[in-house]
């Protein structure tokens, strides 16, 4: 239905920057709201950013405002975590996740279980 791949993890140095591309194949893009999950070792996942399909309503955990900017292009079937200021607890997989949405809908988009479709993840290590 529909496919998602995270790209653009790495390791960096403490106060360093990623960008984390996600991009979409498969069913209408523009129709999902996207968000972005992660989990460190040991830890349960949380998460991190959503964007609704038109981009008007963006929420982030609070650890990663002021840091952390999600966007999107729907022409390109992409949504995009930038990373500034990285810290070493940000270290975890990242998950793209994408959630079917409608005109007449309500959804909170920060929760696991909301979402429908979810990307294999990819590494971020930051560094002391």
């Known amino acids: 239905q529909v496919q998602l791949v995270e790209s653009g993890g790495g390791l960096v140095q403490a106060g360093g920057s990623l960008r984390l591309s996600c991009a979409a194949s498969g069913r209408t893009f523009s129709s999902y709201a996207m968000g972005w999950f992660r989990q460190a070792p040991g830890k349960e996942r949380e998460f991190v950013a959503a964007i609704s399909w038109s981009g008007n309503r963006i929420y982030y955990t609070d650890s990663v405002k002021g840091r952390f900017t999600i966007s999107r292009d729907n022409a390109k079937n992409t949504v995009y975590l930038q990373m500034n200021s990285l810290k070493p607890e940000d270290t975890a997989v990242y998950y793209c996740?994408?959630?079917?949405?409608?005109?007449?809908?309500?959804?909170?988009?920060?929760?696991?279980?909301?979402?429908?479709?979810w990307g294999q993840g990819t590494q971020v290590t930051v560094s002391s």
């Open positions: 996740a994408a959630k079917a949405t409608y005109y007449s809908g309500s959804y909170y988009m920060r929760e696991a279980y909301e979402y429908d479709y």
